[in-house]
């Protein structure tokens, strides 16, 4: 028998992933709606593959909440009340104040004050939000949402736990996509949106943990109140 050089297995594992991330980018895009209802055949069909790599990013979406599993009818868009909104907030300020405590603290190494390393992470992270604020002042939410998940996710990294970073991901991911389906509801986004990275960093970067969490509080009031009038009209 021929020995296998194990390359299918990544190539399979790769196009999984690559299957996955263009569909969440389809729901956060808005593009694929909410109680939209499709199959695996229709899927493999759209990106001219086989069914099992695309079955394997379905099931990977729906462990994440993204999509809802049908045995019989395939995989639906999950659809999300205000109520689920203000849950994961609460969830997602959970893992944010962990991370503020450990800044506090001073229990993580990569936290640790004077540190030239954290400064030019920061520095990189500031400069992702800056694109994030402009992107929210001009009510690009597709732009957005790509330059906060990049501004959380290496945010997230500073704190030297990539499980944590893991998870706030995937609860911001989860949150963008509730807040989406009500978000492409408005013509215009401009005024909207929040736009306090910048500030969130300055703030961080100081070790100003009381106003982090303030800035926080803020953009997590801001964030329901937006969303649950949205859903109420």
Known sequence: M??????????RSTLRQQIADALRDEVLAGRLQPGKEFTVKEIAEQYGVSATPVREALVDLSAQGLLDAD???GFRVHEYSAEDFRGMI???????EGMFHALTAGQ???VQPGDPRVAAVLAGVRRRGEEAQRAAAAGDLTVLIGYDLRFWRELAALFGNPYLADFLHR??????VCAVQHLRRLTD?????????????DA??????????SIIAGYNA????????????
């Open 204 to 213: 961080l970067g100081s070790r100003d943990t009381d106003t982090a969490r």
């Open 90 to 96: 609460e969830a997602r300020d959970l893992v944010i």
């Open 171 to 176: 609860l911001r991911v989860q949150t963008w």
């Open 108 to 110: 993580h190494p990569s």
């Open 222 to 233: 801001h964030s329901i109140a937006l969303i649950e009038r949205l859903a109420s009209g």
């Open 2 to 11: 021929p020995r296998s050089s194990g390359n299918g297995a990544v190539t």
């Open 189 to 201: 986004l401009r005024g909207e949106l929040w736009a306090g990275h910048t500030e969130l960093v």
């Open 71 to 73: 045995q019989h009818r």
